[in-house]
C-alpha cells in the first residue's frame, strides 16, 4: 500500500494506483517501486509519489530520479 500525494494521508494498493493510471498488465509486472525502510515512496511507471516525501517550505535536500 502507498500514501498517494494529494490523497490527505489515506493509502491505496499498488495495484488500484496503477489501474487508476490504465497501466497494462505487461507494464505492471515491470513496475518499479522505491522503498525508504518499510514505506513506498515512489512508483513508475505512473510517477507517483507519497504524499510523506511531498516537497514543502521546510525541504532542504531532495534527490532527482531519471528513468529511460
Do not use: F
Not at 28 to 55: D, G
Request: glycine content about 4%.
Amino acid at each position: 500500500r502507498m500514501k498517494p500525494l494529494g490523497m490527505k494521508g489515506q493509502s491505496k494498493k499498488i495495484k488500484d494506483i496503477l489501474t487508476d493510471h490504465k497501466v497494462s498488465g505487461a507494464d505492471k509486472k515491470q513496475a518499479l517501486v522505491l522503498v525508504n525502510k518499510e514505506e513506498i515512496i515512489w512508483l513508475y511507471p505512473t510517477h507517483t509519489i507519497s504524499e510523506s516525501v511531498k516537497c514543502n517550505s521546510h525541504t532542504r535536500e531532495y534527490i532527482c530520479i531519471e528513468t529511460k
